[in-house]
């Protein structure tokens, strides 16, 4: 996958707004599907950003916790997706999202595994300055459903270590560490056009 084409496509999308203000955009290629989510656009987004209690979330007999901002935010837009997702001509699925929108990827490609299980070998998820979404320690069986979903993190970047590990908020799925120490300020990596430019030396 060309992740700087990826994240730029992200970036640029068209996007639809629902009526709770989340941003979605949704890419139709024959059997193949590309929905993306945007970074946060105004108050409202950082409100959910800063809304890091732990609440409980459930997914079949599975339940674990989560930052309770993201879950909101993917709940009010997962009934705009659902036909999508569960479109039959559709046999491949990527979830792509920047900062606000990673956190609602790595939800929905959740989502996307547990209720496709058709598809778990044609899914895969991105998210760009993602921030950590779960709460507390899940079980293998559990991790299992972010296999494929890859967190990228320009190294210095602060919205990727937040909330923070130390009150109990982890990240999962792969780790792509891009950038050098120290290049960037710890806001700056975040910008999108500072991950374009170390996407594109990769």
């Known amino acids: 996958m060309d992740l700087y084409s990826l994240m730029k496509k992200c970036v640029e999308a068209d ?3 629902t009526d709770s203000g989340i941003n979605y955009a949704a890419e139709k290629s024959g059997d193949s599907l590309c929905i993306f989510f945007e970074a946060s656009r105004g108050q409202s987004d950082w409100k959910i950003n800063l809304d890091f209690p732990a609440r409980a ?10 930052h309770r ?3 909101a935010a993917w709940k009010s ?3 705009v997706m659902e036909d999508k997702i569960f479109d039959p001509e559709i046999k491949r699925i990527t ?4 900062s606000h929108g990673a956190a609602i990827s790595l939800l929905c490609h959740e989502y996307i595994y547990y209720n496709r299980p058709d598809l778990r070998d044609n899914i895969l998820g991105y998210g760009f300055g993602c921030p950590r979404v779960i709460w507390g320690i899940i079980d293998s069986e559990l991790k299992k459903r972010w296999e494929n979903f890859t967190v990228i993190r320009n190294i210095d970047d602060v919205v990727t270590h937040l909330p923070p ?14 950038g050098e120490r120290g290049k960037y300020s710890s806001r700056d990596a975040h910008k999108a056009e500072n991950i374009l430019r170390e996407l594109k030396e990769l």
């Open 15 to 17: 996007y639809s707004e």
């Open 57 to 66: 979330y459930r997914s079949g007999e599975k339940r674990w916790f989560v």
């Open 69 to 71: 901002g993201f879950a």
């Open 77 to 79: 837009v997962k009934a």
């Open 95 to 98: 979830s792509v999202g920047y």
């Open 165 to 178: 590990k130390q009150i109990g908020y982890t990240h999962v799925g792969k780790m792509l560490e891009i």
